[in-house]
């Protein structure tokens, strides 16, 4: 038997906002726990688009492929459609809250023309990122969901479809809807690297955020598929890389129907304070100015760790070395994180600095972040340290000065 999370809704007499939650473990064993439901939100905002945090249940069956499906006979066929992971919004006694759901897949099974059977996974890609034999499906704690991964629509009656077409059909018919739908004025897409960092761009207003992975060089084609999930008229892109600024000015050139402008930052820092200049009530060229005048008065640091023995900028550098690493090139070089990133703080840190933002990555602890801040701030009294859970790969620390 697997462990398994439920949760429900339960009234209380003061607030009508607590959350019922039980473990069932797989010795048969549970423990209930109930909790208020800004702390069940909390944690459920918390949960990383990760499916090794879900239970496996088995490989996704022969056959099944993302919009493609396996043809029984006439008006009967399987399907199974694929959502990425994405912030999402539930309501909760009538209030809305924003919700993290991970990769999901739904698997519908159609008999002659009806929906017989519908059911949803979070789904694990296999290595190469696509579905295949590898990919597995895992159960996912949704309220209308059994354990089984059945679905419960509830008095929900879809419309009868005689053929996979009929259901490509309603499909391009709903996208049309949405685009119908009346566009707002301003939009913001992000390249981002890490679930902390991704929830700041999110908490700062960015719509859409395109995950650059390890290398953060997402494609033209990518950049043109987040411009179509954005309904605006004017959607401002932070490319947050130099080396997919090109890719993002593609994207601007072949997109006819929308106002896109991109804003030339060249790190991840450089965008949030690009999008926390942005100012609601002005027009869209005076954000322009004000976006890129606040990139140029940032600082960004990096430290990694070398791969290789190299010799850079006039620094001799060995496998495993720790790496600090500036707008302009390699700032410092040693063998302690903590050390190096000080020795680069240094030659970033002037008389004008007023803030330093410290953002820490997957590798590092947050009691050790902390700590590090403090001595940090010890260092430069005069200056304001703020410290962020990054999440980002391979890198220690990303740091702004400004």
């Excluded at 009806?114 to 990122?129: H, I, P, R, T």
């Excluded at 760790?305 to 550098?317: M, Q, S």
Aim: with cysteine; hydrophobic share 40%.
């Amino acid at each position: 038997m697997s462990n398994i999370v439920k949760w429900a809704a339960v009234s209380d007499e003061e607030t009508f906002a607590k959350v019922r939650v039980e473990f069932s473990f797989g010795d048969g064993s549970a423990v209930q726990k109930t909790v208020t439901m800004a702390d069940f939100i909390r944690a459920m905002s918390t949960i990383e688009a990760e499916q090794e945090r879900c239970l496996e249940i088995g490989q996704i069956p022969n056959g099944f492929y993302d919009g493609v499906l396996i043809q029984n006979k006439e008006q009967s066929f399987d399907v199974i459609i694929t959502v990425s992971a994405h912030l999402g919004v539930i309501y909760l006694f009538g209030v809305p809250k924003q919700v993290v759901f991970p990769d999901l897949a739904f698997l519908f099974k159609v008999r002659e023309g009806m929906v017989s059977a519908s059911f949803c996974f979070a789904l694990k890609w296999d290595e190469s990122g696509m579905i295949g034999p590898a990919s597995r499906l895992c159960y996912y704690p949704f309220g209308n969901v059994y354990d089984n991964g059945k679905i419960c629509w509830g008095n929900t009656v879809f419309p009868k479809m005689t053929s996979i077409k009929d259901a490509e059909k309603l499909a391009a018919q709903q996208a049309e809807a949405k685009k119908a739908e009346p566009r707002k004025e301003v939009g913001f897409i992000a390249v981002s690297i890490g679930e902390g960092m991704n929830e700041i761009f999110r908490e700062l207003g960015a719509d859409y955020i395109i995950e650059g992975g390890q290398t953060m060089n997402p494609s033209t084609e990518d950049m043109l598929n987040a411009i179509d999930q954005v309904n605006a008229e004017h959607i401002f892109i932070l490319p947050n890389n130099k080396n997919i600024i090109l890719a993002a000015n593609q994207a601007q050139t072949l997109t006819e129907d929308k106002d896109i402008i991109v804003v030339p930052s060249k790190t991840v820092p450089q965008g949030i304070t690009a999008i926390i200049n942005y100012m609601p009530e002005a027009d869209v060229d005076t954000n322009i100015d004000a976006m890129n005048e606040g990139i140029k008065a940032v600082k960004t640091g990096q430290v990694t760790y070398a791969v290789r023995d190299t010799r850079i900028d006039d620094k001799e550098i060995h496998e495993g070395d720790i790496m600090g690493i500036g707008d302009s090139g390699i700032l410092a070089v040693g063998q302690s994180v903590e050390e190096t990133t000080k020795e680069m703080l240094a030659q970033l840190v002037d008389e004008d600095t007023e803030l330093i933002s410290l953002y820490y990555g997957q590798d590092v602890q947050e009691e050790s972040a902390e700590n590090f801040a403090q001595e940090i701030e010890d260092l430069y009294p005069d200056v304001d340290v703020d410290v962020h859970s990054g999440g980002q790969p391979i890198y220690y620390y990303v740091l702004s000065v400004e």
